[in-house]
């Protein structure tokens, strides 16, 4: 069923930062927002003020990130099916080989509790324009690991996880819909359910808040929506151009960070025009779990 809207009225976007070719994976760190901009290869933070600093040369086209519980960055090197791992001193070294998993390009991650890394593979080359096919989420151990730990899922894109650690939840682009699992103590994934069914909705990048519900980008209604378990939709942020990912941060992490970019279909991904940016909101409850 189509996902019901709420009464409450809808938040009003400001302006953090512009001129981003391609941003996406925002994450709130060492009081900071860190974003992959895919388009110009860069790894950047930005602090409240909108002053913003290159922190690290991403390694692809996609490279999405997240962060070691210590501190240490992680970086998707999607074409390559690596898991890069960023030490204190600068150096980048291998953190896990995914090949022997899929041979298609990998996306999202999130990083939970546990120091496992849940990151998902699409199952088809989007790029390329390869024909659609299900995609994948494998796990990475603290030790390098590596195991699929769900499949079929359609166009799998954002992945977040609840505080306690109990919960995956991952946006299916092509499904409409964010998917839900139960985490097992050694990392793997079950009771497979819908958590909420969202329309016309198209997730993209997610995230949690403490009140359980979730906010999600979406590209193509150019929008970042919060929903709660069953799809009831609480909040809207309208954008004037695609909204792909978001995070929760700031001081009180009542921020809301929408990554957002001009989008004229997979053509424009490697579009010049620098057309990003980031709006953000003040979010009626913090951010909570993982990222």
Not at 162 to 177: F, Q
């Amino acid at each position: 069923m189509p996902s019901k809207q709420s009464s409450r009225p809808k938040l009003q976007p400001r302006t953090l930062l512009t001129g981003l070719a391609f941003g996406e994976s925002p994450r709130w760190r060492h009081d900071r927002l860190w974003i992959s901009d895919w388009g110009a290869r860069e790894i950047i933070a930005v602090d409240p003020a909108g002053k913003s600093e290159v922190m690290a040369r991403a390694p692809s086209f996609p490279s999405c990130i997240d962060f070691l519980r210590d501190g240490r960055l992680l970086m998707v090197s999607a074409y390559d099916g690596l898991l890069l791992r960023r030490q204190p001193d600068g150096s980048v070294v291998t953190h896990a080989d995914l090949t022997g998993l899929s041979h298609h390009p990998w996306n999202d991650i999130v990083v939970d509790g546990r120091d496992n890394a849940y990151v998902n593979n699409i199952g088809f080359d989007l790029r390329a324009g390869e024909k659609f096919a299900p995609g994948i989420i494998a796990v990475v151990g603290r030790d390098g690991s590596t195991r699929r730990v769900a499949d079929g899922l359609w166009f799998a894109n954002g992945i977040a996880v609840t505080p306690d650690n109990s919960t995956l939840i991952v946006a299916e682009s092509y499904g409409k819909r964010l998917t839900g699992f139960d985490i097992a103590a050694d990392g793997s994934l079950s009771n497979r359910r819908v958590w909420a069914d969202l329309g016309d909705g198209v997730p993209d990048g997610i995230c949690l808040d403490a009140e359980g519900a979730v906010w999600y980008g979406d590209v193509l209604n150019k929008r970042c929506v919060r929903v709660r378990e069953g799809g009831e939709v609480l909040q809207t942020v309208e954008l004037d151009r695609g909204c792909f990912a978001c995070m929760l941060g700031g001081v009180d992490r009542r921020t809301l960070f929408m990554v957002a970019r001009e989008w004229r279909g997979s053509a424009s991904m490697t579009d010049d025009a620098r057309t990003g940016g980031v709006p953000t909101v003040e979010a009626p409850a913090p951010g909570a779990g993982w990222p």
